[in-house]
């Protein structure tokens, strides 16, 4: 048995400094702007959303620019060995996350509990 549930979107920007693009989305969407820790600032900012939403993440890419799901669960593989169920497949492993792209074509990610609720919270899928 494991547990799953929409962590939040990505923003993904192709650009060469992060701070602009994440000065323009949290102006866009009515949000402050909050740096990462100084290992990952230039490459990610995160919109100070309330608790109770999905976390709103600004992303430095090398690809394209695009917006992209993040499912938190509390068991990458078993998440990921359910998504293979349903017709996704693997793009890419990394140590903390896994890469995955939907039948439509759409990348997500697979990802370790992002919201300080994930274990308390109704609103987590419980799979067996």
């Not at 060469?16 to 693009?21: G, L, M, R």
């Not at 990952?40 to 939403?53: G, M, N, R």
Request: proline share 4%; glycine share 4%.
């Amino acid at each position: 048995m494991h547990k799953s549930r929409l962590a939040g979107l990505v923003i993904d920007c192709q650009v060469d400094d992060i701070n602009p693009a994440a000065t323009f989305w949290a102006g866009a969407l009515g949000y402050t702007a909050i740096a990462s820790d100084e290992e990952w600032a230039s490459k990610y900012v995160h919109l100070d959303v309330p608790e109770a939403e999905a976390r709103l993440l600004v992303q430095k890419v090398s690809h394209p620019s695009r917006v992209h799901l993040d499912i938190e669960t509390d068991n990458i593989q078993a998440e990921v060995r359910r998504l293979e169920k349903l017709g996704a497949k693997i793009v890419q492993v990394m140590e903390r996350w896994t890469v995955m792209e939907a039948p439509t074509g759409h990348r997500f990610c697979v990802v370790n509990p992002q919201r300080s609720d994930f274990h308390e919270a109704g609103d987590v899928n419980v799979w067996k």
